[in-house]
């Protein structure tokens, strides 16, 4: 079967791959073979094969940069955020699954904004500290990679993926709504009821995809979805507004993904859930009851009051995050409770009788709010919920676990990254203009496997080979890294920071001309290259792989990067008169 991906030509039938990594391991002395990834095969086939690992050496060249025409913008402006330093880890996916606590299924490494977690607000993400020193509020995060030297079964996986049923997961509007006016509360909750229903319809489809992955199935059922969710969605805001509350565009809480999160519990490395006793979660985040979607319909007169304080509450747990990353060893065991929630839960017993006194001014005061003012530590095992009328309920997805921050198949311990360059870089075509603050963007896709293979991207090579990426891991020379080279879209469409797919408000340039597509505009393009000291014998023998999706298993085309702009305007506008005028800064 031959096949070329991305511009990787690895060409050769897979008993060919075999056979030549096996001339590799027979050269170096490596004579036992661990298998760990699935590779970039676009299939559902999930068997773990070490024809995933290509010596970089067999990749021919394929990478290529369109000459510079007049007119272009061809400088460079690097940023340097750090390596995740401080042990930002978490499972969260804000910018592809927003709202969605443990959203990513697999463990990120984060560097810039302290804050971020998948809740978190643009007002938040404004109000954050930082890991970059220039003091760029962006996020940057990626996959982490993990060295596991057992053995795993491409057997045990289908055998995960036989029991699984897949699931529909969509982010809650209720719990993002802005403080809903009374006249139009009754609306807005048959509304959402309807959301829910439509993800109920999109789960009792999905039965038919039981032990099973139907990429081209998956892509009919979430593209429906998302169209009767998008008109849903929109016809919410509009109420909400026409009523005379303030409800900016909720596109970016449209789009819905199908999980597999029941095979966490199946595959092999689920049993170190058992060690509670030494469980810590990565990156702990401050768990609050939501108030937005428990307050009845709020008076005109107390609208404006009302969203401050929500907004305040919101502020308040992500200062509380941020604190947790930046404390994190200090005090003895009472030091979070005493430090951290201790004085949170103050600020928002404060905060949320303001809120009830502001809506008793005008009408009947809500009772109970105090009930919601207790946060806790999250590290209880949860994962989104179906709505009641589904047909099934996924197994819950604890947070990750132990000194390595595991979940049930990503497994093993975390390559901290070597170094970390982040770059913004100019148009071939034009010249560029200021990216809008908290644009959201991703490259690549996690789930190339039950989504299909369209927007994935190869991102693998070695130091001293960049005029090559692969989509399968990288066997590098004595003294090279191991490097994942992610380019994001360099082209917006003027106008949005999100879009119903996360995909649409951006798009990559021509790779012949670098010119962007009709109706979009050149935007600073950002390219992140990770690197790794990684031991050759480790490569090898393939022991090194990404966290992923289940059902991806450590896919090595699954490799993706998601990030959120938070520079200031003048930040910004400092990037774009760099690269127009053709020079390097930082």
Sequence with gaps: MNRRKNGTALVQTRPARIAMVALVLAATGALTATFVSSGGKGTADAATSLDQFVPIENVPPNVQNPRPAAGASTGRFTVDCGTNGNGKFSPDNPVAQPGIRNGAEHVHDFVGNLAITANSSNADLDASGTTCRNGDKSSYFWPVVRIDKSVRSGKQVQQALAQTQPMVVCPSVGKRLRA??????????????????QQAAAN???TASRGRIDAAFNREVIDSLRARRAAMIKQISTTITAAGGNQPGLVSLVECDVSYDDMHARMPGSAHRASAQAAQAANP????????DKLPGVPDRALAEVNRNLDDLDRQISEANERLVTSRGQGGPAFVDNAILGPLRAKRVAVIDRIATAIGRQAPRPQGLDAFARCTL???PSTPAAPSSAPTSPAALPDPQGPNFELPGNTGGIVRPAQVLIEYRGNPASKVVPMPKFLRALTGDAKPTSRGPANARATWTCSGFTDRLSDKYPICPAGSQVQRVQDFPGCWDGKNIDSDNHRNHVAFADKATGACPQGFQAIPQLRITVAYDIARNVQVKGQYALDSFPEENHNPFSDHNDFVNVNSAQAMQRIVTCINRGKNCS
Excluded: K
């Design 285 to 292: 985040r401050i768990q609050c009851p939501t108030l937005r």
């Design 180 to 197: 809903v006016p009374t006249g139009a509360r009754t609306t807005v909750d048959r509304l959402l009821a309807e959301l829910d229903r």
């Design 204 to 206: 009792q489809r999905m």
């Design 378 to 380: 999250d590290q209880a």
